[in-house]
């Protein structure tokens, strides 16, 4: 049986109502919180910061990941630290290489879980150089910036070589597939070597959300 994580993206949950949506979440059996962070410049949407991270943390019984799709990500790792979150993980174009590893450092360093993400537009391979310090790859089956949209089924070829590149490491890598996860494109993702499935609307807008979660789960196992 895969071990596999379901993980809420709170960015398509109703924030009137935060606490009892993340109390909800968790009685349905979300694994972990993937909470956006954006900044309108490394994409043209702004969601929420750091105090509403910490909120949720201070309710959820579960890991809270940060997904940060901001131009500046190395300046908030001690913020997100303090906030309490179990894993940060930064794009990889957010600035030069060196910049990028860098900002990795830090976040092992903090003690935190290291991931790394790549746009559509970036090949599998562009995670090689990163394989020693990082704990996650993402691989965005959209391009960053909103919820609801449209899964790229083209990005299956590069979860495969990334779960490959994450296979050859001394080291567990997990690999997290995000952007129009549902019922209809999970178990393709699953089949293409993804264990950690962030869900937003089709977690957070289904009438039932256990039963949404238990039917994400046998989908993968079918
Ligand atoms: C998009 C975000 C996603 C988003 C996914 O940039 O990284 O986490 O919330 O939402 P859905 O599941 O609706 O595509
Ligand atoms: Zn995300």
Redesign the pocket.
Known sequence: MKDIKIAP?L??CDFLHLEDEVKSAVAAGADIF?A?V?DGVY?PNISFGFDIIKSVVSVSDIPVDA?L?IKKPQNYIDVLKRAGVYSVTVHSDFDTPDVVRHTLEMIKAAGLKVGLSLRPCFSADELLPYADICDMFLI?T?E??????KFMSDMLPKIKRAKEIADAADHEISIQV?????ADTIALCADAGADNF?????FFKSPDRKAAIDGFRATVKA
């Open positions: 993206s960015l398509a993937h956006d954006m994409v997904h799709m965005m959209v960053p910036g909103f919820g609801g949209q995000d952007g129009g996860i549902g962030v869900i937003g609307t089709a």
